[in-house]
């Protein structure tokens, strides 16, 4: 994953197992026991929590858009997330498929739809939306 800058332990997806450039991009995570989150969330009853799908959706969708030269080595930033739903939890010993299909993307400025699926089960979906920085700079790519 070294097209992202993200690391352990935020990197939040395993694997690449399609990707179309700037277009859309399937990933998964493997969600272990191991997790540290599982410690404080929830003792006795472990879900993985919704804001980190959210994050894993928006971490596979940098692979799509970073893997574009013109974008190499900028910095995926949120903008904003709309139509957040959570259909049911993900557990430890889920394997979350992430499908992150890019819908809009103009002067730094991008959206895209994100599904995550455990088996044929959508878990959850949400737009995301982002902004491209340079690394030293808090302003958009232009």
């Known amino acids: 994953m ?4 993200h690391r352990h332990p935020f990197l939040l997806i395993d694997r690449v197992l399609e ?3 700037g277009r859309r991009v399937v990933a ?5 026991m191991n997790e540290p989150v ?3 969330h929830y003792p006795g009853n472990p879900i993985f929590p919704g804001v980190l799908i959210l994050e894993a959706m928006a971490q596979a969708g ?3 858009v970073l893997s574009q030269p013109e974008f190499a080595g900028k910095v995926p930033l949120f903008a904003g997330i709309d139509d957040a739903r959570f259909r049911r939890p993900v557990l430890p010993g889920d394997q979350l498929r992430l499908e992150v ?13 994100g599904m995550a699926y455990v088996g044929d089960e959508l878990k959850a979906e949400a ?6 920085v340079d690394a030293a700079t808090p302003e958009p790519a232009r």
């Open 2 to 5: 070294e097209i992202i800058p």
């Open 19 to 21: 990707l179309e450039p």
């Open 28 to 32: 998964v995570k493997n969600v272990s």
């Open 38 to 40: 599982f410690q404080g």
């Open 62 to 64: 940098a692979v799509a």
């Open 101 to 113: 299909e890019m819908v809009a993307m103009r002067r730094g400025l991008g959206v895209g739809k």
């Open 127 to 132: 737009t995301l939306k982002f902004a491209l």
